[in-house]
């Protein structure tokens, strides 16, 4: 017996899959930050070490 399926059907399907597949690779890049940061505080390693950070103030010159 042969099914027919429309094709919004697999249309819908293809958007759930490709919603599924953000959402997972979401989670694994959260719980990887997490755990790099946990690693780093234990070893002692600060990441911003090396960077350089721009002050917030903000100067107006009367011309």
């Known amino acids: ?3 027919y ?3 919004s059907v697999t249309t819908y399907l293809i958007q759930a ?6 959402a997972v690779g979401a989670a694994i890049a959260i719980y990887v930050r997490k755990a790099k940061k ?5 070893l002692g390693i600060d990441e ?3 960077k350089e950070v721009e002050s917030d103030d903000i100067e107006f010159k009367d011309e």
Request: hydrophobic share 45%; glycine share 10%.
């Open 48 to 50: 911003n070490k090396n």
């Open 17 to 22: 899959g490709a919603g599924i597949a953000i």
């Open 5 to 7: 399926i429309d094709p």
């Open 38 to 42: 946990k690693i780093n505080d234990k």
């Open 1 to 3: 017996m042969l099914l």
